[in-house]
């Protein structure tokens, strides 16, 4: 048997998927995937680079691996630790100034993995590989997949728009797109899985083409294959969100009604400094136009606060748009200066940590409000949940997400995992919705099937 991996994953939901190809691309190679670092010959964190945390909480992990690293010397026993993703690409080298760090991989050079671990066993010398390629898209390469109800599936990967402050054009290098058929062909193929979900991602899913086809014609064609239950996508930008796509979102039932639509911020100001080409009144023109095509879609966003030179005026005009657009959620972050972007060269990271405390702690409320108030208008109505699994914050209640992505807990006897509920709501916080079943079910994964892993497993 070959050696033993044991795989952490950080950051966003590409990661995710991105571990999910890195475990087929090893489980081919003869490796095999331990549960715990204890059980590894081979620990491999996938990282993240977004803010200057994601990066301190991957140094703690290293230190804790010093002493095992010691132990396992001491018995003549391997522990090879590599680090791979987005801080890989980014810190490239420097990470093996960490006496715990083997081996750095980017995210365009994980088909080199087998020989990479192989060359260290073999040798006890680190490697690097940390080239960003123009192509590689991994589209041959058939994901080992986690349990769940959903499936991710990478349609883009890279981006080309450099907003000053991100470092992802970095990490992930230029954008390049898979093809139509090979994403259909996965599709196809996970719908006979039993996933009942899939989620498209993309840095800028706008930027998908394949030939003459655009983001709006493959979720077209993803929402035509036959027994596809639910479709998602993250993220779209807001510059050259396509209009095509909201009727196309309004055509298929199986579309979810959800658009995650990073805002950043709402002082026109800020939002040119970060580079982000779309002005506050485009944005709210673009959210007018959402809503009267869509009307039922819940949005929701991603705001920087304390980005340089922010003023007090600058932040209020954040929470105006803020609570003009009444978002159903957001996801609200510190301004992190990341080296090498436009930003940590051209603009000082100026604003104060407490300044940025501050203002971070007044948006998250105000935003909290608008969220309770929003889904306080839930009770009564009924939502359509598809069933993630057993809660554990309340024995014998199961939790899902609704159309909108809302988390939805509800109790039941009976085995809904995998399935979707019509829920009537009767209580909401600002992050949850609490209802009962109606009807039992609304639609059922094909029955014969249970998504786990990546495998057809008879029930
Ligand atoms: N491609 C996506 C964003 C991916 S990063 C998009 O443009 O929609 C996810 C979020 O992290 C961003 O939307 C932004 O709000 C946040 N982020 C990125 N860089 C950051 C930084 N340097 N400091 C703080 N937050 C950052
Ligand atoms: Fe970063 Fe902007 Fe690209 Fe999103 S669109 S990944 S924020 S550079
Ligand atoms: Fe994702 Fe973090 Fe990289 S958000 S793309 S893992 S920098």
């Given at each position: 048997m070959g050696q033993a991996v044991y795989l952490q994953t950080y950051g966003c939901q590409m990661n995710e998927y991105d571990s999910e190809l890195i475990r087929s691309i090893l489980t081919n190679r003869g490796y095999h995937f331990a549960s715990t670092t204890e059980e590894a010959d081979v620990v491999l964190l996938n990282t993240?680079?977004?803010?200057?945390n994601a990066h301190r909480k991957i140094y703690g992990q290293l230190d804790l691996f010093l002493p095992i690293k010691k132990q396992r010397a001491k018995a003549r026993q391997p522990f090879i630790v590599g680090i791979l993703g987005c801080m890989a690409q980014n810190l490239k080298d420097e990470l093996?100034?960490?006496?715990?760090?083997?081996l750095v991989v980017g995210p365009?050079?994980?088909?080199?993995l087998p020989d990479l671990i192989g060359n260290i066993a073999k040798t006890n010398q680190p490697e690097v590989a940390a080239f960003l390629s123009?192509?590689?898209?991994?589209?041959d390469i058939a994901p080992v997949r986690q349990e769940g109800v959903n499936a991710w599936i990478a349609i883009m990967r890279g981006?080309?728009?450099?907003?000053?402050?991100?470092?992802v054009p970095y990490t992930r290098g230029r954008e390049r797109s898979r093809s139509m058929e090979s994403i259909l062909h996965e599709v196809r193929q996970l719908v006979v899985m039993g996933y009942p979900q899939v989620t498209l991602l993309g840095?800028?899913?706008?930027s998908y083409r394949c030939g003459d086809d655009d983001f709006a014609d493959l979720m077209t064609a993803v929402a035509q294959?036959?027994?596809?239950q639910r479709i998602r996508f993250t993220s779209p930008?807001?510059?050259?969100?396509?209009i095509k796509l909201l009727h196309v979102m309004a055509e298929?039932?199986?579309?979810?009604?959800?658009i995650h639509l990073p805002?950043?911020?709402?002082?026109n100001r800020i939002l040119d400094l970060m580079r982000r080409t779309y002005t506050a009144e485009e944005y709210l023109r673009l959210v007018d136009t959402i809503r009267d095509i869509l009307p039922m879609t819940t949005l929701t966003t991603d705001i920087i606060i304390g980005?340089?030179?922010?003023t007090e005026d600058d932040f209020q005009e954040t929470v105006r748009l803020v609570q003009q657009v009444a978002f159903d959620s957001a996801y609200i972050f510190k301004y992190s200066e990341r080296k090498g972007t436009i930003a940590a060269r051209e603009?000082?990271?100026?604003?104060?940590a407490e300044i940025k405390t501050d203002r971070i702690v007044r948006l998250i409320e105000i935003q909290r409000q608008i969220s309770f108030h929003k889904h306080q208008s839930y009770i009564g109505r009924k939502v359509h949940v598809l069933v993630e699994g057993k809660s554990d914050k309340q024995d014998g209640h199961w939790i899902g997400k609704d159309d909108g992505n809302i988390t939805t807990i509800f109790p039941s006897p009976?085995?809904?995992?995998?399935e979707t509920v019509s829920i009537e709501v009767q209580q909401a916080n600002s992050s949850t919705l609490y209802g009962v079943t109606t009807d039992h079910s609304v639609s059922v994964a094909p029955r014969g099937c249970i998504p786990v892993a990546g495998v057809v497993t008879p029930l």
């Open positions: 993240c680079a977004i803010r200057e093996l100034e960490h006496r715990a760090v083997d365009d050079s994980y088909r080199a123009e192509y590689e898209t991994y589209s981006c080309d728009n450099f907003c000053t402050f991100c470092v840095q800028n899913v706008n294959v036959p027994g596809v930008h807001p510059k050259d969100f396509p298929y039932p199986n579309i979810c009604k959800h805002l950043q911020a709402g002082s980005f340089p030179t922010e603009y000082p990271d100026d604003v104060t009976l085995q809904t995992l995998g």
